[in-house]
């Protein structure tokens, strides 16, 4: 940071609870989140910080700041959260700079918007944080935004270590739970209608996600050109990875009188389901499993998973806002995703942690998922323990935001 920004940061930071005081307003946060809309868990960001600035900070004036809200994301946005603008265009964008009084970046795979966090910080010289994020690399430039923050919050401790073995010096360095914990958005009308129409009975099904080593975006997103080296790990890995959660499946349905939902979190994870999963399954399991052949948006998803008895699979973020939920999660993962899914040994999952290149580890799946369904009340207990807590780091970290504000 050269002088000038330097002295423009800190006087921008030293004034703006006075100049607040002076007018007698509340304090203004942009959040800069929303990264895309084919995945619910991308979409379940949003909502879930939005809902813990609600209760922690309500008198926080709160505008989004989102890359996408297309897909109908935007209205279900508004619904729940009808007194927060949405910030979309040139002039919208210049206002906020301007009236806003910190910037919080949302939950992520990484630093998403650092760009924006960058023109923020030298064009505004008032102070922002980072909530909720996973960082497997740095740059000089992420760095030095790193260092300059009033805090950064990791999803997972993997992230944390990582951060400071490479020397990053933010004054405020902690664990701080994925956004999506928090999402508390309800479409029940349609999730009711789905189950009655499928013969799915509250409480009396699992639901399983499973997806590629690489998402397939090219299938789902302009400007994704096909990846021939990806797919073709894809094509390697899917037949591994998918029958341990097949065999999974099958022990439920036969030695249980649980049904099994097979649902999406991205918009390419309905083929995935029905190729690899449904398609391939015994003809007596198959009566009893129910593939969801349409992409959804979260409110819906939440809506039908708390009425299940619990999800497993090799998805992160639905089982992320399934447990926010109080809803047991099992959570299968590999090398090729980030370390979020360590997050799940941070906040005491460890046992429903399981990683898909350890062979030991494979062997544990079934009989994981399982007992997961033979024993419903204990599966509950123990997620409602991870529930409480995420939920007391939630409340820590909004008292983080609190400080940084002044207020």
Known sequence: MNRRTFINATLAAALAPLLRAADRR???IVLRSSWQTVNIGDIGHTPGVLALLEKYLPEAEVRLWPMHVDNGVAGMLRRRFPKVPIVEGADAVKAAFAECDFLLHGSGSGLVAAKDVAKWRKETGKPYGIYGITL???SGGTTELLDTAKFVLFRDSASLAF?????????????????????DLRNDA?????????GLEDGRFLCCLSRLRHTPYWKVKKGFAF????????EAMKEHDHAPLREAIVAVVRETPLKVLLCP???TQMEIGRELLYDKLPADVKARVVWREKYWLTDEAISTYVRSAGIFGSEMHSPIMALGNGIPAIVCRFAEQT???????????????FDLDNEDDIRRVVPAVLAFAKDPAAAKA???????FVQQRQRETMEVLRKSLGV
Do not use: T, Y
Not at 190 to 198: Q, S, T
Not at 339 to 353: A, P, T
Not at 382 to 388: E, S
């Open 163 to 183: 951060a400071k073995e490479k020397g990053v010096r933010c004054p405020v360095m902690e664990f701080g739970p994925d956004g999506a914990f928090a999402v």
């Open 227 to 234: 990846d021939e080296k990806k797919q073709a790990r894809n």
């Open 382 to 388: 123990k997620a409602a323990r991870a529930r409480a």
């Open 339 to 353: 370390s979020k899914g360590i997050m799940w040994r941070d906040i005491g999952l460890g046992e429903w942690l």
């Open 265 to 267: 979190e991205d918009a």
């Open 136 to 138: 497997g690399s740095v």
């Open 190 to 198: 349609p999730a009711e209608a789905f189950l009655k129409a499928n």
């Open 26 to 28: 509340p304090p203004r």
